[in-house]
């Protein structure tokens, strides 16, 4: 595999990642990774509007000779490349592509830790690839398709109005500048942690992607995302490798949805916690405990 030379970040920030540094192509996209250790690979997967910065707590917790963290920008955010045509951001697309960054790096046992939108993402394409699978940690994300009657969040509903969300997303920066008010504790993300968040999306230019993710999330039963999430819950479901849940219950978007996943995996053992949607902030120690328990 060819690594590519990642692209620069500003000294502040460039401080705070202490990680190698480079990109891959997968398919026709470009993807940034950072790695740090060289031990059992460990895949990273972040969701939306957030990219790998969102693991480095998490990293640095875990023996780097021990484990290999990988953690990838999913296509469209951080410093990944970033299509400009919406219709780009499927969840097949995302999938294809982690798959193919799990191909290229030739990864095998890979511990898959998962939250939002890597949560389906990453486990539709281990569902491809089963064999490289050698446990998993759920953090905050959604496993399943929809039941019949279900009501979007609010969040999910503001995504779908035309005009006013388009001005939200790609004007004003929304939600990748109020993750504060995801969050248990919301000093969590200020400061220079919040500039780091929202300096890949600085460019009005480059924000097609939280909108589109957003707006991946199913409001119908007819909605596109609906199929591969059915598979998404099919695999979680019977694979038989181990399986460790760590979950913010002040999450405002996914909080509730704990009492599913408990349904869907009775075996995992689960750390609840009073962190809130990105819990990686909050709670790096659970999270690693949870890796070293598979």
């Not at 484990?67 to 490349?81: A, N, T």
């Not at 790096?105 to 939108?117: A, T």
């Not at 999330?217 to 999430?229: K, N």
Request: proline share 8%.
């Amino acid at each position: 595999m060819d690594k590519l030379t990642a692209p620069a970040l500003p000294h502040w920030l460039d401080t705070m990642l202490p990680f190698e540094r480079y990109c891959v192509r997968v398919d026709d996209r470009t993807m940034h990774v950072m790695e740090y250790g060289e031990g059992r690979p460990v895949l990273m997967i972040h969701g939306n509007p957030t990219w790998g910065f969102l693991w480095r707590k998490v990293a640095a917790k875990l023996d780097p000779k021990e484990y290999r963290c990988i953690m990838p920008d999913l296509v469209g955010l951080g410093l990944s490349e970033k299509p400009h045509d919406p219709e780009a951001h499927t969840l097949e697309n995302h999938a294809r592509w982690m798959g193919e960054l799990v191909d290229a790096l030739d990864l095998d046992d890979v511990i898959l830790v998962v939250q939002d939108w890597g949560g389906p993402i990453g486990l539709l394409a281990m569902a491809e690839r089963a064999e490289r699978l050698g446990g998993i940690v759920l953090g905050n994300t959604v496993v399943s398709e929809p039941k019949e009657g279900f009501k979007p969040t609010l969040f999910h509903r503001f995504s779908q109005m035309p005009i006013v969300s388009d001005l939200a997303f790609r004007v004003l920066g929304f939600p990748q500048v109020a993750l504060g008010i995801a969050q248990g504790d919301r000093k969590s993300i200020s400061g220079e942690i919040a500039k780091a968040y929202r300096w890949p999306l600085r460019s009005l230019s480059n924000r097609a992607a939280p909108l589109a993710l957003a707006r991946m999330v199913p409001d119908t039963m007819e909605h596109p995302s609906v199929a591969p999430l059915q598979r998404v819950r099919e695999f979680f479901t019977d694979t038989d490798v181990p399986v460790q849940v760590v979950w913010g219950t002040n999450d405002p978007v996914l909080g509730r949805v704990l009492g599913w996943v408990k349904k869907l995996r009775p075996d995992a053992p689960v750390c609840e916690t009073r962190a809130g949607h990105f819990l990686q902030e909050e709670v790096p120690d659970d999270l690693a405990d949870a890796v070293r328990a598979i």
